[in-house]
């Protein structure tokens, strides 16, 4: 049987994400979305999905984006900048995490916390994935994928659209390179969500349409 999930991120980032989201599962096509735990509209947004139960709901892991963390600053400092706030994208944390400069203490508590946090707000909690597809990273992914079993969440997003996809959207090359790394990543991710017995979608579409959609 072959079932088409069309997921909503950043629930919880801003009031009009939030309702732009409930209009397009009530509505739309939405089936799916995906709760950030520290975002600034978290408690509309739990609100809402207590108000529509049968809106699936993702945890979507958070470690970029200028948002604030779930723990206080102090106690996950090496994931911050100097505002006490998130990174603003991947690219910056993935320099600082490489080079040794995150501690892994930190990046776990921040994690579990963020879980925790979605799991006590008593909400449909369909799987695991993340802002900017941080969860695939190398040195990441086995952290989340563990506390997936950990926490008993069975499913999780693996980001990996085709090599040769376009779907016509017209990109730079940048972001064409760009997505031929995750894709890779998400690969490796799920060989190791396969060998941990977690689910995940077979397709992944997305990544181009990021930021070109239109009305039309």
Not at 43 to 72: C, D, F, M, R, Y
Not at 83 to 96: H, I, S, T
Not at 117 to 145: C, F
Not at 178 to 186: E, M, P
Request: aromatic letters at 8%.
């Amino acid at each position: 049987m072959k079932k088409l999930i069309v997921n909503a991120d950043d629930f919880g980032l801003h009031s009009l994400i939030n309702a732009g989201i409930i209009k397009g599962y009530r509505e739309g096509f939405i089936t799916s979305t995906s709760l950030m735990p520290s975002a600034p509209c978290w408690q509309e947004a739990v609100k809402l999905a207590q108000e529509n139960p049968q809106l699936g709901i993702g945890v979507h892991l958070t470690l970029v984006g200028s948002v604030a963390p779930v723990l206080p600053a102090a106690k996950v400092s090496s994931l911050l900048d100097e505002q006490g706030l998130f990174l603003p994208d991947y690219v910056a944390f993935a320099k600082r995490f490489y080079s040794g400069s995150v501690k892994r203490s930190e990046l776990e508590a921040e994690l579990r916390a963020q879980i925790e946090r979605a799991l006590e707000a008593k909400i449909n909690i369909t799987h695991v994935d993340s802002h900017q597809h941080t969860h695939v990273l190398p040195g990441i992914n086995a952290l989340v994928l563990k506390l997936c079993n950990e926490y008993n969440i069975i499913r999780v997003r693996i980001p990996k659209e085709a090599y040769t996809f376009t779907g016509g959207f017209h990109t730079g090359i940048g972001r064409m390179i760009g997505r031929s790394g995750l894709s890779f990543c998400a690969q490796l991710a799920a060989q190791r969500a396969d060998s941990l017995g977690l689910k995940h979608p077979q397709h992944f579409f997305g990544m181009l349409a990021g930021g070109h959609l239109n009305a039309e």
